[in-house]
């Protein structure tokens, strides 16, 4: 992650092929790209 996403309250980004959302402070992860990835697998 860049230093930027993380100092932004809100951002939405891409990082080693998973989309993430930074809302209010808070990192949201796209399922399908973690599940995708084999991150989680139920």
Known sequence: ??????????????????HMKKEKGVLWFSYKDLKDEGIITH
């Open 1 to 18: 992650m860049t230093d930027e996403f993380m100092a932004a309250e809100n951002a939405i980004g891409i990082f080693n092929g998973i």
